[in-house]
């Protein structure tokens, strides 16, 4: 059974930084993935990408994040992590991780709650 499974949320101040990790596992590999990203759902909105990074290593950030986030990946742990750095209080919200797979199957994570207290 395909995971995706997500850690490193919690509450920091305006400012602060966190790292988020979604480690894959059940059979499918993140390095063979078309692509995997992070989605954030803010109370009362969308789900809505924020960051992204494709089979060729092409990375695409949301407008709102250019600069302070940064996506990466570590194919030998299977794991896809997001730095997130200068954090303010619009950044909260549950952190999804994402992967699509070669046969055009999407696949989420249970969440991780990040939250900015200014």
């Known amino acids: 059974q395909v995971q995706l499974v997500e850690s490193g949320g919690g509450l920091v101040q305006a400012g602060g930084s966190l790292r988020l990790s979604c480690t894959a596992s059940g059979g499918i590999f993140i390095s063979n993935a078309m692509a995997t990203g992070w989605y954030r759902q803010a109370p009362g909105k969308q789900r809505q990408l924020v960051a992204s990074i494709a089979n060729d290593d092409y990375t695409k950030y949301a407008d709102s994040v250019k600069g302070r986030f940064t996506i990466s990946r570590n194919n030998p742990e299977n794991t896809v992590y997001l730095q997130m750095n200068t954090l303010k209080p619009e950044d909260t919200g549950v952190y999804y991780c994402?992967?699509?797979?070669?046969?055009?199957?999407?696949?989420w994570g249970q969440g991780t709650q990040v939250t900015v207290s200014s």
């Open positions: 994402n992967l699509l797979s070669t046969g055009l199957l999407q696949y």
